[in-house]
């Protein structure tokens, strides 16, 4: 990945994948091109769950995969777990306490997950409970991070999580110092992945959450969906 000059890090579900014709042409775009593009997939699914989609989307192998809302960092072939993210993922991480007091919230309805990683919810949406439920974590001095999106999930994270975070550990510690990146998204968990300050795209699908914020010289709406935002995107910070 050192090699590689330039980098699409990408949210899946929405963004990367959901046009599978755009999907192809990105891909044979970037198979055409003189110099190599190093793939990094960023997204909320639990790793299980994400090599589930990678097999049926036919997707290529990512160089580096952060699963669970950047809480989990993956590498090289074998997605080997970031160890050194994983314990800082861990330290001050209380989701027993996390999970008691959501219990009390019976609006909150808690996701089936294989870890404990994150605490992820589902919620009706403009329900008032979830900002109970921060006031809440933030009266009983518990470390976290929430993040709403879809206004219908929320994530809550350890307090240095996130994929904006995880995101930045992976071009720091495995990118080229003058990598071009652009970053992909769709939906409120990307937000801060997308607001890093590299070259960014917001496609044309995107969730309201998204579709609202200011446009920016470094941050790019996409008049199309999915793949071919990302398409779009690229033509207008790299060029042709």
Known sequence: MKRKTHMLATDLDGTLVGDQEALRELLLYYDELPYDVALVYVTGRHLASTLSLIEAENLPQPDILITDVGTAIYRDV???EEEEWKQQMQAEWQPERIIEMASALPSLHRQSLPDNRRISFTFSPNDSTV??????LVQAHIPHKMIISSNR???VLPEKSGKGKAL???IERYAP???QVLVAGDSGNDLDMLTLGYPAVIVG?????LTAIDPHPRLYHAQKNCAKGIHEAWLHFYGS
Request: charged share 35%.
């Open 205 to 209: 699908n995107a969730q309201p959450e």
């Open 78 to 80: 074998q997605l080997v």
């Open 177 to 179: 110092e003058d990598v």
């Open 131 to 136: 900002h109970d439920f921060e006031k809440a």
């Open 168 to 170: 930045n550990y992976v």
């Open 153 to 155: 999930d929320v994530d």
